[in-house]
Nanobody
Framework: QVQLVESGGGLVQAGGSLRLSCVASGRTFSRYAMGWFRQAPGKEREFVASISWSGVITYYADSVKGRFTISKDSAKNTVDLQMNSLKPEDTAVYYC?????????????????WGQGTQVTVSS
């Protein structure tokens, strides 16, 4: 059974940093791409970042480019999201997900397993 468990969320002031971590089990994650998404109240789930199975190719939403960094440790089955220069509009529940696609994707429908989410709140 595939399981994804996120951690690292919390409350931070604008301009601060948080590091989210996602631990995966039940699949050979070295062969699968991973992604981070977020969902704010009343809004649709949106793409944040993805990383290829190799960990070499990354994609970011324009809204986080230059501030967030996604990384993957296949040996530990973890994918992290380093978030710097946080803004109040980054407030959301953040989810990690895995996809059988090699390069990752910005489309939620292409991910087949999801974590339960971790809350990130950025105060102004």
């Amino acid at each position: 059974q595939v399981q994804l468990v996120e951690s690292g969320g919390g409350l931070v002031q604008a301009g601060g940093s948080l590091r989210l971590s996602c631990v995966a089990s039940g699949r050979t994650f070295s062969r699968y791409a991973m992604g981070w998404f977020r969902q704010a109240p009343g809004k649709e789930r949106e793409f944040v970042a993805s990383i290829s199975w190799s960990g070499v190719i990354t994609y970011y939403a324009d809204s986080v480019k230059g501030r967030f960094t996604i990384s993957k440790d296949s040996a530990k089955n973890t994918v992290d999201l380093q978030m710097n220069s946080l803004k109040p509009e980054d407030t959301a529940v953040y989810y990690c997900a895995t996809t059988p696609r090699v390069l990752g994707s910005s489309r939620p429908g292409e991910y087949d397993y999801w974590g339960q989410g971790t809350q990130v709140t950025v105060s102004s």
